[in-house]
């Protein structure tokens, strides 16, 4: 029984400390990216494991310590990669209060999972918040038509219902100055661009759902890396109050994001504040931040919120938002190589795109 312990002990181990290093692999196909949203779980499993270390091998060998020294090492770059997403980060926009007289800007995202027919939790979600921004995602003609009674009271609209899981539904109580619906890198998945007028500006808003790395959607991240960033360069070029939101299938603390935030000089309100996880709603242990928002240094932070399930498979998250000086302090900045990287993976996603 021993032996068996012993023996379990160190494959588990192998394998998290394996899982631990495969993100650090620069593959695009799925069975290396995959492993970028597990992080928090793997930090878990590696300190389960370190707890259980003395009672699993009584009478270590000096491998064995060898074994242990790892574990703790792959355990602290966890936690050195998670920790920027708990209150002991440093934020990168400062939360206020509005002033008495401001109208706050507030966003709510939410996949709605295209198969679920239980409209009314969301009505209800609508109803509760009234948001003055509505973006929604995997949407499709039954989902437009079931919603309407409550964005009828939306006056600006942007509808772009698909069976693919890929369409999209936008509405606004504020006025939408003019908006594109483009296909950026896949003729079957659509986003949005939209300039919206709030508080005397023009606020561009960029609504995206790229396709995820997993097998039965897309066996690799290229695509979805081509358009998150992509957008970041577009937002980079457009130099105003900016927001790039949604569902990004890509999770906070990955290489991309990390780019993506270096290349658009976008700031991410969740650092510092908690990892505000939106799927997998129906799994407690299987859960990472894969619905964002992204601002430019224009803004500062009312509120921010993952709410109630309403029977998706993504939890809906919020967002209120007033526009203040821009403050540029808190900027990631890109190397030349970063740069590089940047152009490179966009161009292979529209090649890929374009090949498809």
């Known amino acids: ?134 973006f929604f995602l995997e949407t499709d003609e039954e989902w437009r038509k079931a919603l309407e009674m409550v964005t009828k009271d939306y006056e600006y609209k942007i509808e772009v219902p698909l069976a693919n899981t890929y369409g999209l539904l936008f509405y606004s109580h504020f006025p939408v100055k003019n908006y594109e619906i483009n296909y950026l890198i896949d003729d079957d998945i659509p986003s949005i661009v939209a300039d919206l007028e709030y508080n005397n500006s023009i606020v561009r808003l960029y609504g995206i759902h790229p396709t995820p790395p997993v097998p039965q959607e897309n066996p690799e991240s290229t ?35 990390k780019l993506f935030l270096k290349s658009s000089g976008m700031l991410d309100p969740r650092r510092g504040r908690g990892m505000f996880n939106t799927f997998h709603a129906k799994y407690w242990f299987l859960r990472w931040p894969l619905d964002h928002f992204f601002v430019s240094p224009h803004f500062r932070l009312v509120d921010m919120n993952v709410t109630k399930s309403v029977d998706s498979d993504h939890f809906p998250i919020w967002i209120s938002l007033v526009i203040r000086n821009e403050d540029t302090e808190d900027q990631l900045e890109i190397s030349d190589d970063e740069e590089q990287e940047v152009v490179e993976k966009i161009e292979e996603g529209i090649e890929k795109g374009d090949a498809n």
């Open 223 to 257: 695509e979805r890396d081509a358009e998150i960033l992509l957008v970041g360069k577009k937002a980079e070029e457009y130099g105003k109050p900016a927001i790039v939101f949604g569902d990004l299938n890509d999770v906070a603390w990955s290489q991309t994001t």
């Open 1 to 134: 029984m021993e032996n068996y312990t012993y023996c379990l002990y160190w494959i588990i181990s192998i394998l998290a400390i394996f899982s631990v290093l495969i993100p650090s692999v620069k593959n695009t196909f799925w069975t290396f990216r995959i492993f970028d949203y597990p992080r928090f779980q793997k930090f878990v499993i590696l300190i389960v494991l370190i707890v259980l270390w003395k009672f699993a091998i009584p009478e270590p060998t000096d491998y064995d310590k060898v074994l242990l020294a790892l574990e703790v090492v792959f355990a602290l770059y966890l936690l050195y990669i998670i920790l920027p997403y708990t209150r002991f980060g440093k934020t990168m926009i400062d939360k206020v209060k509005p002033n008495d007289d401001e109208t706050t800007l507030d966003i709510l995202v939410c996949n709605v999972y295209q198969h679920n027919r239980n409209y009314q939790k969301l009505i209800d979600l609508i109803k509760e918040n009234n948001p003055t921004v509505l």
